[in-house]
């Protein structure tokens, strides 16, 4: 088990060091300039080519990349340009938002998506598991952008139940922070929950079918242990790589619904950045983003030995 | 035992005499500003630092903190705001005296004096983009006893005073030590009727109502006159999607949401306590043109550009609503201290045939017009496929770019990437102020004509003269088709009924607000 948690530590710094150079060139080769966003559409090209000049942009690629190397060496990622402050500190302060809808969200869409999944798969052939199927499909087209505008629609500005956006009044405490975050966590998870019905259903069909249920349900179990004990425990493992999957889809994608709802997280972060092409922001964003999706990864692949006794690494 | 009540009595004598007694110092009692008054802003601005960009976001949050020598009253003439008066123009114009009020304190507690205005003054004349248009025609700037700055200027420049007192690239009024201090702003200490407590970038930036602040005199009107903080918090929240700015106004949420897509409009008439607002005068969109380099530094090509389009259309594709826009050609309409019709006589009247003709003429060949437009601005991206049709139709070939706005701006400072951009002008009360009357803009509109017109208007300050020489300077604008003004457009803000005392203005303001 050590020898190979070493072995995918090891791929994982590949992996991170081929992210860094990716991002670094894909921030620069996308034209724009962050000393003109700054300036204001009344600036002449002189005042631009001053500030650039201060910000170390008019440096030439290699020496600037040479430098974003040795920060991320040093575990340094820079200073913003716009937020005048340390990278790192900038997204442990939006983090905090982003993990909490992320976790909010995959609540949300295991708890629709895994009863649901498994009525599906206990009802196959039946109109529940037709209806099922359709609901899921259509949940899955829908965009999260669109589910967001029309629960603010109806939640906040219909009913007043909700706010429409933010993040709570300066101070807030953390209940008042998660009442915002309820409509964001329903975008974003209600198209998850029909990605995790599917595989739940799908995964539950496989294992409903093995002599082992039958033998269960042989001895004269009563259904919901059958279903529960002996199908559900052993059909999770492909829940589980899904379940993980969208978290990390969702701590790095929640971009969208961040916008939506006005919310100051992470991805809130890198779309402001990527519009004022603030490099050091966005490399690092996407540098740890890229680190968390390996981490989540590696969590789940260890994870099956728990839930899998018959795993060994 | 003793009475309590003649004590009681004393007392309450004494608390009378001493409210009589202030009432009589201050002239009047002013209520304790109370609520918040919640603002949804199109987005993060790039900076609070108001003398650095020209951003007009940066301008809206930063005039409540910081401000400047004057200000534009309702019909964009200037009136004293820091400054105790007029301006004493003196030595044919090149020299200028303005005498500063006293007892107006910085949110540190500290006293504005004469040191605080020249070092603020002195860092315009370094960082703004603004301050190096004066900076190029100034020979000195001093402080005459404490009292007064001076301006000595190499030669006559009339737009001093509204240079002075715009509210981005601004001159504004900050401590000696901050104004002085290397780098970007750290601190944030001006005069204004609110202080700046809290910036969390991407979720609010919170003032607050500052107690020590002295007002200019004067009725209230535009910008200028009397300034009072009645809400006790003013919050602008960053909130860039158009629409989330539009359910938060409906649900009471925010109490002003600004710059919302005009068609959005229905969703808010005779929706229960939330009424439209519509900003009159906004901005004027442009397609400029590059001068410089390229087929379209060619006049004449130019001017078949303009005689090929119809601005009507491209009103009509981006804002559909005639409220929300005017086919103006004049920059100033009537009744403004500049109005004049000069040059835009034929404004409007497309002709295609003509087109043809001048393009001919150009020795036009099918080359393609390279236009450069974004999505990231509706009503603009909307235009420049109208454009695009009509120049088509006209006989040019046009190669349309649609590009971000980053990008945009980036590509507009080399002359050799593009022909023509889509953008728009924030409308402003002085000409000099156009981006496009600078030379070194993206456009580059350097022609004799033109410098000898702008140099006759910036040399006379006499208000009844000026609006001869600017109808001279916009004949040239519309002879040399430097760029194409496409009339005029308004813009949409909601706010709720619970808010009384807002006036719309292009860049909104909270002063004198106050929330029911």
């Known amino acids: 088990m050590a020898a190979y948690v070493v072995r995918r530590l090891l791929s994982m710094l590949v992996v991170m060091c081929l992210v860094a150079v990716v991002v670094f060139i894909v921030a620069r080769v996308v034209p724009g300039d962050p000393a003109a966003v700054m300036l204001g559409t009344s600036a002449t090209p002189e005042d631009v080519a001053a500030l650039r000049a201060r910000l170390g942009l008019d440096q030439p690629l290699l020496t600037q990349f040479g430098l974003f190397a040795l920060q991320i060496v040093t575990g340094d990622l820079g200073e913003s340009i716009f937020l005048n402050k340390p990278v790192l500190t900038a997204i442990a302060e939006r983090s905090e938002l982003t993990l909490l809808l992320a976790t909010m969200a995959v609540m949300v869409s295991v708890a629709v998506g895994v009863p649901v999944g498994v009525i599906s798969a206990v009802r196959r052939g039946t109109a529940v598991d037709q209806a099922v199927i359709a609901g899921a499909m259509l949940a899955a087209s829908l965009p999260s952008f669109w589910i967001g505008l029309t629960l603010i629609r109806w939640f906040a500005v219909n009913l007043g139940w909700f706010p429409v956006s933010g993040y709570g009044e300066p101070g807030a405490g953390l209940l008042e922070r998660m009442h915002h975050l309820v409509l964001p966590a329903l975008a974003l998870g209600i198209p998850n929950s029909a990605i995790i019905t599917r595989f739940t259903r799908s995964s539950m069909l496989d294992v409903l079918t093995e002599d082992y249920v039958r033998t269960a349900r042989a001895k004269g179990l009563p259904t919901h242990r059958v279903v529960l004990k002996h199908g559900l425990r052993n059909a999770m493992i492909p829940i589980l790589t899904v379940v993980g999957l969208t978290l990390a889809v969702l701590i790095g994608g929640a971009i969208v619904t961040e916008t939506v709802f006005g919310l100051p997280g992470a991805g809130n972060l890198i779309v402001s950045a990527v519009l004022r092409r603030d490099y050091p922001v966005i490399q690092g964003a996407l540098l740890i983003i890229s680190g968390l999706y390996v981490l989540i990864n590696l969590v789940i692949d260890l994870l099956y030995a728990v839930v899998d006794p018959r795993i060994r690494y | 035992m003793t009475s309590l009540r003649p004590r009681l009595l004393a007392a309450a004598s004494l608390s009378v005499a001493l409210t009589f007694a202030g009432t009589l110092m201050t002239g009047t009692v002013l209520a304790a500003p109370t609520g918040v008054m919640t603002v949804a802003t199109i987005g993060e601005p790039p900076s609070l630092d108001p003398m650095s960009t020209t951003a007009d976001l940066v301008g809206t949050i930063t005039q409540h903190v910081f401000e400047t020598l004057y200000a534009f009253d309702a019909n964009w003439t200037l009136k004293p705001l820091l400054a105790a008066g007029e301006p004493v123009v003196t030595d044919e114009g090149k020299v200028w005296t303005i005498p500063l009020r006293s007892g107006v304190k910085f949110h540190d507690g500290s006293a504005m004096g004469g040191e605080d205005v020249l070092a603020s003054v002195k860092r315009w004349l370094a960082v703004s983009p603004r301050g190096k248009t004066v900076a190029a025609v100034l020979e000195e700037v001093s402080v005459v006893d404490g009292k007064a700055l001076r301006f000595t200027l190499k030669k006559p420049f009339a737009p001093l005073g509204s240079l002075l007192a715009f509210n981005n690239g601004a001159a504004v009024m900050m401590p000696k030590a901050q104004a002085e201090a290397e780098g970007p702003l750290k601190t944030f200490i001006g005069t204004g009727p609110f202080r700046l407590v809290e910036h969390k970038p991407d979720q609010y930036i919170r003032l607050e109502a500052f107690a020590d602040y002295a ?63 519509v900003v009159k005068p906004f901005a004027w969109p442009f397609m400029i043109m590059n001068n410089k380099e390229g087929s379209l530094a060619n006049a004449t090509l130019r001017r078949a550009i303009q005689s090929a389009l119809a601005p009507e259309d491209m009103l009509m594709a981006a804002f559909g609503d005639p409220e929300f826009f005017a086919v103006n050609g004049p920059f100033y309409g009537k009744g403004a201290a500049l109005a004049s019709t000069k040059g835009a006589e034929t404004f409007g009247a497309a002709d295609a045939a003509k087109a043809k003709v001048l393009a001919k003429g150009a020795g036009y060949k099918g080359e393609p017009i390279r236009i450069m437009t974004s999505t990231q601005y509706d009503f603009l991206y909307k235009m420049s496929l109208v454009a695009q049709q009509q120049l088509e139709d006209a006989g040019f070939k046009v190669d349309l770019q649609v590009l971000d706005w980053a990008t945009l701006v980036q590509r507009r400072n080399d002359p050799k990437q593009w022909d023509a951009l889509f953008t728009y002008h924030t409308f402003v009360p002085e000409p000099s102020l156009i981006t496009i009357m600078n030379p070194a803009y993206a456009g580059w509109w350097d022609t004799p004509e033109k410098a000898a017109a702008l140099d006759a208007f910036n040399s006379d300050a006499n208000p009844s003269t000026r609006a001869v020489l600017w109808g001279n300077l916009q004949d040239v604008f519309f002879k040399q088709a430097p760029t194409l003004k496409i009339g005029e457009f308004y813009s949409l803000a909601a706010t709720s009924e619970k808010v009384e005392g807002l006036n719309p203005a292009p860049w909104p303001y909270f002063w004198n607000v106050s929330v029911k």
Do not use: C
């Open chain 2, 215 to 277: 007002s200019p005199a004067g009725e209230a009107s535009g910008y200028a006159g009397k300034r009072e903080a009645k809400v006790a918090e003013l919050r602008f929240v960053p909130t860039p999607n158009a629409v989330t700015r539009l359910e938060g106004a409906l649900s009471g949420q925010f109490l002003y949401s600004d710059a919302l897509p005009t068609e959005m409009k229905a969703r808010i008439n005779g929706k229960p306590g939330v009424k439209p607002v």
